[in-house]
């Protein structure tokens, strides 16, 4: 069974949503984390604080595989 044009779209556009969702949270996290470390550095008692907003990006990796599942669930019908 052979897949159409706007199938292969439609998949292209969910990958996209999740593989750039990641890239930036991925950034994000690299920066936050190197700010984390610094801060450490000079007061201990900031490791807490640092590790919470570490983990903050990761949730654009959720909106990307929400709109990933939403593309496919209302393109394909």
């Known amino acids: ?24 949270a991925a950034l994000a996290e690299k920066e936050i984390g190197v700010a984390a470390v610094g801060a450490m550095a000079e007061k201990e008692e900031l490791f807490g604080k640092g590790l919470i907003l570490t983990v903050i990006p990761e949730t654009l990796i959720l909106f990307g595989i929400l ?9 394909g019908g």
Do not use: H, Q, Y
Not at 15 to 24: K, P, T
Not at 67 to 75: D, N, S
């Open 1 to 24: 069974m052979a897949a159409d044009l706007g199938t292969g779209l439609i998949a292209l556009a969910a990958g996209a949503a999740v593989g750039l969702s990641a890239v930036a």
């Open 67 to 75: 709109g990933a599942v939403l593309i496919l669930r209302l393109a």
